[in-house]
């Protein structure tokens, strides 16, 4: 009798000390996964922070890409007035040289 309880005493501490092992480790275990969570949380967090900052970017780069379209648009414009207000000079001074041409053929 005394044998079979010193054996279950026996037993019964191997097992509580098998349990406490396993219990520390799956401790450890769920420690390290909340730390990997918070890792990759914080990783979410900095690529949620740098899409944004790329996203902000590209918003501007766009902006600026419609501006510079604009600007060219404009300058086209400029280039064709100039254009004109040259030929339209040109006719002006050939206008002028043909009245020229027939005011002294008017005083002959």
């Given at each position: 009798?005394?044998?079979?309880?010193?054996?279950?005493?026996?037993?019964?501490?191997?097992?509580?000390?098998?349990?406490?092992?396993?219990?520390?480790?799956?401790e450890e275990d769920a420690?390290?996964?909340?730390?990997?969570?918070?890792?990759?949380?914080?990783?979410?967090?900095?690529?949620?922070?740098?899409?944004?900052?790329?996203?902000?970017?590209?918003?501007?780069a766009a902006a600026a890409e419609k501006r510079a379209g604009d600007l060219e648009t404009r300058l086209r414009d400029a280039?064709?007035?100039v254009r004109?207000?040259?030929?339209s000079e040109f006719d002006a001074s050939q206008r002028s040289r043909t009245l020229e041409i027939e005011l002294g053929d008017t005083k002959r």
């Open positions: 009798g005394e044998r079979e309880v010193s054996v279950a005493n026996a037993k019964a501490a191997a097992a509580k000390e098998s349990a406490d092992r396993r219990t520390k480790q799956l420690q390290r996964l909340r730390d990997q969570l918070r890792e990759r949380q914080a990783a979410g967090e900095e690529l949620r922070a740098t899409r944004s900052v790329l996203e902000s970017k590209t918003a501007t280039q064709d007035e004109a207000l040259k030929k």
